[in-house]
C-alpha cells in the first residue's frame, strides 16, 4: 500500500514538472534610458526626454567620483 502512493506520488510530481509554463515577458519595453522617470526621485536639472540633459549628468557623476571602474579597493 504504501509503495503504491509513493509511485503514484513520483509519477504526479514527474508530470507536475513537464508541465511548466515558459517564463517570458508578455510586452516588451523599448525605452531609451533617458526617457526615464517623471517623479520625485529624479535629479534636479534633468528633465525626462532630453538627450543631452542625460549625458551631461552623466559625465558630472563620472566627474564627481560616483564611477565605480574608476575606484580601487
Not at 15 to 36: R, W
Not at 44 to 57: I, L, M, P, R, V
Request: positive net charge; charged residues 20%.
Amino acid at each position: 500500500m504504501m509503495q503504491r502512493i509513493s509511485i503514484l506520488l513520483l509519477s504526479v510530481a514527474a508530470l507536475t514538472a513537464c508541465g511548466e509554463k515558459a517564463q517570458t515577458l508578455g510586452t516588451k519595453n523599448d525605452a531609451t534610458a533617458f526617457s526615464g522617470a517623471s517623479n520625485s526621485f529624479v535629479e534636479a536639472g534633468w528633465t525626462a526626454g532630453d538627450k543631452t540633459s542625460w549625458e551631461q549628468h552623466l559625465r558630472t557623476r563620472g566627474q564627481y567620483g560616483m564611477n565605480d571602474h574608476s575606484r580601487a579597493p
